[in-house]
């Protein structure tokens, strides 16, 4: 298996569940992002983990709370969350660049399309 | 602040014909880098390109091509005898190269729908 694979790829869930959504990527990048994708918006970054520490967290609520284990696996875990939270989450992967003479592009998952109800 | 705007929001045409998706982008570094995904309905975003900013040279890889130029800000993506496959959502993103990670600034993205 190669590339990065997120799971699930749909998930529907009340305001009060909490649940998970997993990345895992088999490139062996150090990098690995979470974006947020909604309807007639850009993609919206939510957290960047380099070599497993957390380096950005872009003014994202509470109610999200990503966890980097190792450098091949991203979980965001969801709590309490909003119908305006629905949308599609994509987790990407990249290499470490090269003292800024070489940006390394994103390698991209399929999603979770999350539906909050 | 960087800032990416595509501001074809959906372009039609039929099979053979060319298509140009449009990319401006905004930023105050001099180094920086810039980028277009494919999204297929499947959803995964497919790397298609990246440019330096210290690189004006357009490419050009089979039906793809790029012309970046710099005293336009622009970056914009030709499709030549387009086909139904390439129909999808395009998107433009940059990034500035001052970290150790790559943070894209995306553009909202260009849908492309090919009819036969």
């Known amino acids: 298996e190669t590339g990065v694979t997120q799971t699930p790829r749909h998930l529907v869930m009340g305001m009060t569940n909490k649940k998970s959504l997993k990345c895992e990527q088999h490139?062996?990048?150090?990098?690995m992002y979470w974006y947020k994708q909604s309807a007639k918006k850009p993609l919206e970054l939510m957290f960047v983990?380099?070599?497993?520490?957390?380096?950005e967290n872009n003014s994202v609520p509470s109610r999200f709370s990503p966890e980097c284990p190792n450098s091949s696996h991203l979980f965001l875990h969801l709590h309490t969350l909003q119908p305006e939270d629905s949308a599609l989450y994509l987790c990407?992967?990249?290499?470490?660049?090269?003292?800024?003479?070489?940006?390394?592009?994103?390698?991209f998952g399929n999603g979770t399309r999350l539906t909050v109800t | 602040a960087q800032k990416v705007t595509q501001a074809q929001t959906e372009i039609s045409v039929v099979e053979k014909e060319d298509v140009t998706l449009d990319c401006v982008y905004e930023?105050?570094?001099?180094?920086?880098?810039l980028f277009w995904y494919k999204q297929p309905p499947s959803g995964e975003l497919v790397f298609l390109i990246r440019?330096?900013?210290?690189?004006?040279q357009n490419e050009i890889s089979g039906r793809y091509s790029w012309n970046f130029q710099k005293s336009t800000s622009s970056f914009n993506f030709t499709i030549t005898a387009s086909q139904v496959v390439d129909s999808a959502v395009y998107f433009c993103?940059?990034?500035?190269?001052?970290?150790?990670?790559?943070?894209?600034?995306f553009g909202k993205g260009t849908m492309l729908l090919v009819s036969p």
């Open positions: 983990y380099n070599f497993k520490e957390q380096t």
């Open positions: 440019r330096n900013s210290f690189d004006e």
């Open positions: 990407a992967s990249s290499q470490p660049n090269n003292g800024g003479s070489y940006n390394s592009p994103l390698h």
């Open positions: 993103a940059l990034s500035e190269g001052n970290s150790g990670y790559s943070t894209l600034t």
């Open positions: 930023t105050r570094d001099t180094t920086y880098y």
């Open positions: 490139l062996g990048h150090n990098a």
